[in-house]
């Protein structure tokens, strides 16, 4: 796999050069609404009724939130698969300077409007950092696979989360960090393009093992699987939208599996299942939508 990872390293510095020139600057003390924020009273208990959401977006600003805040895992995850020299590690020191923005101003966003109980959030916090679960793929291609997954599916539940907040700022504030994601996205998914070229059954067979295990980046995080089934509930990030909106359009359309030649057996056996598999999620994700849909329905408009 280093043969692999040297000839990758021209298309990093490729990736990263266009990556630089893209990149928008942006500060998070700019985008924060600074004048609606006080002090805090440790006498005085959060109440969630000062600033009302929906208990799902709450669950996602936590989810989103510290997700991001396990930036040391991620970086060292990235630092033993990629190496730390040449292109490959200049890029993971700039995307985490990048990605490092992203807590700062979710977190002031979020401690201003008072949006979620802080105390809770800071134990939460050193849990999930004191704990470092964090996904760890095998090998440098099957993290590859998974990153330009991860990036996509983190930009669409920023930018979900956003959308139902109903206030300019907040939703400005996920904006931003949806932009970044979009960027780190695109990266990684020209940098599989390029795998896809020099060893396609090595990493059609990585895209399979990814798709079929994938989770997102925040299963350490307390009670994950009730913020995550809220979540889904509320269609914020949920099996319809991980099919309809990374599988297909990246997957099936951009890298284009179906019709990549010069596969090896090892690498056939593993297109046929990915395909399957990414039908049974298509199938299984719309039954799942359908069913909460006809909750939120009945919720909406009680007998």
Not at 243 to 270: C, F, K, T
Request: aromatic share 8%; with cysteine; charged share 25%.
């Amino acid at each position: 796999m280093s043969d692999l990872l040297r000839e990758l390293e021209p298309t990093v510095a490729a990736l990263l050069d266009r990556h630089l020139h893209a990149s928008k600057e942006w500060f998070p003390h700019e985008v924060v609404p600074w004048d609606r924020g006080r002090d805090f009273d440790p006498a005085q208990p959060w109440d969630p009724d000062e600033h009302p959401v929906p208990d799902a977006v709450r669950s996602a600003l936590f989810v989103n939130l510290l997700t991001e805040d396990n930036l040391p895992y991620y970086f060292s995850t990235i630092n033993r698969l990629f190496g730390a020299d040449g292109a490959w590690g200049t890029w993971a020191r700039r995307w985490t300077a990048e990605e490092g923005r992203h807590s700062i101003a979710i977190r002031d966003y979020l401690t201003v409007t008072r949006m979620l109980d802080p105390c809770g959030l800071e134990r939460a916090r050193m849990h999930q950092v004191s704990s470092g679960v964090v996904p760890e793929p095998d090998d440098p291609i099957d993290g590859l696979a998974y990153v330009a997954l991860q990036e996509l599916a983190t930009r669409i539940a920023h930018r979900a989360t956003g959308r139902l907040l109903d206030d300019p700022a907040g939703y400005e504030v996920m904006a931003r960090v949806a932009t970044d994601e979009n960027h780190h996205f695109l990266f990684y998914r020209d940098l599989v393009s390029a795998a896809l070229e020099l060893d396609p059954s090595a990493t059609v067979a990585a895209i399979e093992r990814q798709v079929l295990a994938f989770e997102m980046p925040g299963t350490g995080i307390l009670g994950f699987d009730d913020h995550a089934r809220a979540i889904a509930r509320a269609g914020i990030y949920d099996l319809q939208v991980h099919h309809d909106q990374i599988l297909v359009p990246v997957v099936l359309r951009h890298w284009d599996v179906a019709s990549l030649e010069g596969l090896d057996a090892d690498g056939e056996a593993a297109r046929e299942r990915l395909i399957r598999r990414i039908d049974r999620i298509g199938r299984a994700g719309s039954h799942l939508a359908e069913r909460w849909a006809r909750d939120r329905e009945a919720v909406a408009t009680p007998a």
